[in-house]
């Protein structure tokens, strides 16, 4: 992987014949008390700071097979922090337009509302298919305000083929139908895992460290020890929505739990 260009918001860089950008589409502010430990309570030391600042990451794809791709949407204007991605295209050099194809890992808010750039105005207008769990089709259809798209919807299965190299990888336990996407390039491997980490800078030390809006925190415990474990093996790539910028780094495993380190 070779870093090609980059910004405060952006981070791009290639892969053999492929193209792939981090773009920051802002953050959010969540209650530190989110943060839970094994038995369901808030993690004390970081429950005092009051509140944490999520990053909100997207992902774009280009080359052979996957142009035109991107990777969640942010949320657009459903927060006051969020909404930066389209100023993030345009500092990368992605004309919106060349979206066609957008693969959702799950349908919450701040993963969906990019969709619509400023309040009515649609960001992506040669959009042609929305990439989603079957499971998570229902909650996308309860966001009223996204109705519009409902035709695009293109449900996927755990292990379908989504694109040329890349695939669906079910990732339960934080969201109905929660999914990644694995990207091979036979160069590098990729692995754009949504939700499976929040906090970073505490959950590669402490995996067993969840998440208060995670649907079924056990499952989702489990979800994350393997992806760690297996990326750390495999020397994958890690990007997830909620990493620290650039958004993109390696897995390392440190004693009996692991580090990440940013590309």
Not at 54 to 69: E, T
Not at 181 to 209: C, I, M, S
Request: charge should be negative.
């Amino acid at each position: 992987m070779i870093i090609t260009s980059r910004s405060d918001n952006f981070l791009g860089f290639t892969t053999g014949a492929w193209r792939v950008w981090s773009l920051s589409d802002g953050y959010i502010e969540m209650p530190a008390d989110l943060l839970r430990d094994p038995r369901n309570k808030p993690v004390p030391q970081v429950a005092q700071a009051g509140a944490l600042r999520l990053s909100v990451n997207c992902f774009a794809l280009a080359g052979p097979g996957v142009d035109g791709i991107l990777i969640d949407s942010g949320g657009g204007n459903w927060a006051s922090t969020t909404g930066r991605l389209e100023q993030t295209l345009a500092e990368a050099g992605i004309d919106p337009a060349s979206i066609i194809t957008l693969a959702l890992t799950h349908a919450h808010q701040d993963h969906v509302y990019g969709l619509l750039a400023r309040r009515d105005w649609v960001l992506f207008p040669n959009l042609q298919a929305i990439v989603i769990a079957e499971e998570a089709v229902e909650s996308f259809a309860a966001e009223t305000g996204l109705a519009r798209f409902q035709p695009l919807l293109k449900p996927v299965r755990n292990g379908e083929q989504v694109a040329e190299r890349l695939t669906a990888v079910a990732l339960p336990g934080h969201a109905p139908g929660h999914t990644g996407y694995a990207f091979d390039t036979k160069e590098d491997r990729f692995l754009f895992f949504g939700d499976v980490v929040h906090v970073p800078a505490l959950q590669f030390g402490d995996p067993a460290l969840s998440w208060g809006y995670d649907d079924d925190q056990t499952i989702a415990r489990a979800t994350r020890q393997e992806v760690f474990r297996d990326a750390a093996e495999a020397g994958t790539w890690v990007a997830g929505a909620h990493l620290g910028w650039p958004g993109v780094g390696r897995v390392m495993r440190e004693g009996g739990a692991y580090r990440y380190e940013p590309a």
